[in-house]
């Protein structure tokens, strides 16, 4: 069969697939490495390491193609958003690439909302003004490193990083990608004037942007370790997120996504770049006349990991000795399956990460609210999940003030695969939700892009008819009841906590560095 082989750089982990014209999976594999949390409110990842990850995946599915008979017909790429690294001129890396999950660009961030600027530069870009973007990066680069900045060659993110080690190309970046930097408006299509000035940057910095199908061409010693073509289209992709919803089939009108993995999102797919009036929504493109709004949650399957690492202790059952993270959260989420909805009277504000959307604030941490005596590792586990969804939820309403309906969500992600999340989370949203077969959607997503490149996938919308989707989970009446009547008590009480939870970082002593193998 001839395949798409889609290539997805993840947060923890680089995702390689394949997957033919009938959008069927047929080979796989994984790369897995830690994100170093060096100091407070730093969150890096060996940039080199990310490099090595998708050539290894390249090479590790394109053999397995090659043992099953299949033909490569292209390569296509994903990559998360809001990442940053500085480059050489040749693409070589100089530094740590910075995650989303960095917040170092906290008083950055509030000094752009402090200068009237926040809402215009949301509005052209498409991208809210936070920690995580790289234009909030880039000017903390300019208030404390301006050398650095000024004299770096080139400054990217995941998809730059990873064109260096396998395209043979100029420095290029997708609309997609480009969409999600805070620098780039989306209305006019060019870097922003403005967003340049805030984030100290030049245009010839930055990398130039086509568009998420454009054919680049493998470097030869790349194609040749893969075993492939030297002429093998790397149609260069677009982002995650976008490519997510294309993955599971939602990108007709009505129909939204929600990815589970370390951290989460809900989107819905639109024919025109959109800023809502609110600026509670993001917008990033999928192609040039698709376009995915919603909201990201920082928080998702992370938080699941973490209470298994911090609240196991005594956790005891046959065969438990060694077994992995995985297998541990999946027995903590089986656990709190024991705990009432609601998790009596327990509510989870699961921030360990701070917080996105719906309401782009720096500083937000996480907490248990109404613990009593005999809430017990059941209730917390629950309320985490619980707390994770109804985030969720707040950006589906966003999308009804809007007036965009939703009417049914498709779900990908490692957290998935856990009975607990998606009835709550259909209850959350009170919508149903159908999980899709495949937990790649991320990487199916690039596949299907890449057919769409090749002229094999003319309609994107067809996706919905190619993807396979379980049955879906429909929503429990009382259970959507009670966390409907919850829901106003996160933002409540989210947004009364932070100036507590600032004086309590100023109190705190210095965190040591950590690692963290997230769930995908």
Known sequence: MDVVIGIDTGTTATKGIAAGIDGVLRAHTSFYYPLAVPAPGRAELEASALQDAARKALVDVAAQCRERGDRVIAVSLSAFLHALVPMDGDGKPLGPLVTWADSRAGKQCEDIIASGRAKGLHARTGTPVHPMAPLSKLAWWKENDPATLRETPRWGGVKELVL?????EPFQVDLSLASGMGLYDIHRKRWDEEALEVAGVRQSQLGAV????????????????????????????????????????????GVAAVSLGTSGALRTIVDRPTADEAGRLFCYALTEDRWAIGGAVNNAGSVVRWAGQSFAGGFERPGAEGEDADERD???LMEAQGAPPGSEGLLCLPYLLGERAPWWRPGLRGAYLGLRREHGRPHLVRAAVEGVCQQLALVRDSFAAEGFEVREVRATGGAVASELWVGVLAAALDL???VADTPEGTAMGACLLGLHALGELPDLDHAAALVAIGEPTRPDPDNAALYRRMRPLVEKSALAMI????????????????????LT
């Open 210 to 253: 086509v568009p998420t199908t454009s054919r680049l061409r493998l470097r030869g010693e790349v194609a040749a370790a893969a075993g492939l073509p030297a002429d093998t289209p790397l149609i260069i992709g677009a982002a995650d997120g976008p490519l997510a919803n294309l993955g599971v089939g939602a990108t007709p009108a």
């Open 330 to 332: 999946a027995a903590l």
């Open 432 to 434: 149903p939700v159908a």
């Open 164 to 168: 260096a080690a396998l395209a043979d």
């Open 499 to 518: 100036e507590t939870v600032q004086e309590l970082d100023r109190l705190a002593p210095p965190a040591l560095p950590t690692t963290d193998k997230g």
